[in-house]
């Protein structure tokens, strides 16, 4: 995917996280000005290494300086694991619903699923601008993914939103629905959720951006 980065962290003395869970990156300049983003763990527990991917931004404080400036074995501040309410516990069925980088969390449970042999647990439905901008689109293509393309046509499919249509084979009664990606997808794919007949006590949303 251009424009971004994954970065790969030895973070020593680590508390696994669970899938959907973030850590916090902080940034200090020489003044003493700090600024810090979260980014979603990409990574299984079981990875001795936390990934993060990091989608640059050209006005982003602290994705210019992942992406651009940093190196393997420069030293960053990190905090986490972070989160408690959008996580996969590993043993439940769920729908996964993301738009855009919305996939990262998403990728961290279905690598779980994988490591525990339980990807019959997991359903994905993922909308991006076009394939190409979509982050670890090979892994989420392998795991069975619906892919939606909202600007280019995808297989025999024309460009175009998610859609009830797409969501309503993914479905099942008694998934746990994990929404992802910026505050308008999120709002939008909820009320798809919510359309669908999905108890709103069953829809976990994680928004991100400026409306987050």
């Known amino acids: 995917m251009p424009r971004s980065v994954q970065l790969r962290l030895d973070v020593a003395d680590r508390v696994d996280h669970l899938p959907g869970q973030h850590y916090v990156v902080r ?27 990091v989608e640059r931004l050209d006005d982003g404080e602290v994705s210019t300086h992942l992406a651009d400036v940093v190196e393997p074995g420069d030293e960053l501040e990190v905090r986490g694991p972070i989160g408690g309410w959008f996580v996969w516990d590993g043993a439940t069925p769920a729908l996964l619903v993301a738009g855009g980088v919305g996939v990262v969390p998403f990728v961290s449970m279905v690598r779980t699923a994988a490591e525990l042999g339980r990807t019959d647990l997991l359903r994905v439905a993922v909308s991006t601008r076009t394939l190409a901008e979509l ?60 359309g669908l007949g999905v108890p709103a006590t069953s829809i976990r949303v994680e928004r991100f951006g400026p409306n987050g």
């Open 135 to 194: 982050a670890y689109a090979d892994e989420l293509a392998a795991a069975g993914a619906l892919v939606v393309t909202t600007r280019e046509p995808h297989g025999i499919r024309p460009a175009g939103r998610l859609a009830p249509a797409d969501l309503v084979p993914l479905w099942e009664p008694g998934q746990t629905c994990y929404v992802c990606g910026s505050a308008a997808f999120a709002e939008a794919a909820s009320q798809l959720l919510l």
């Open 27 to 53: 940034l200090t300049a020489p003044d003493g000005y700090t600024a810090q983003r979260s980014y979603s763990v990409a990574s299984a527990p079981g990875d001795p290494l936390v990934e993060l991917f």
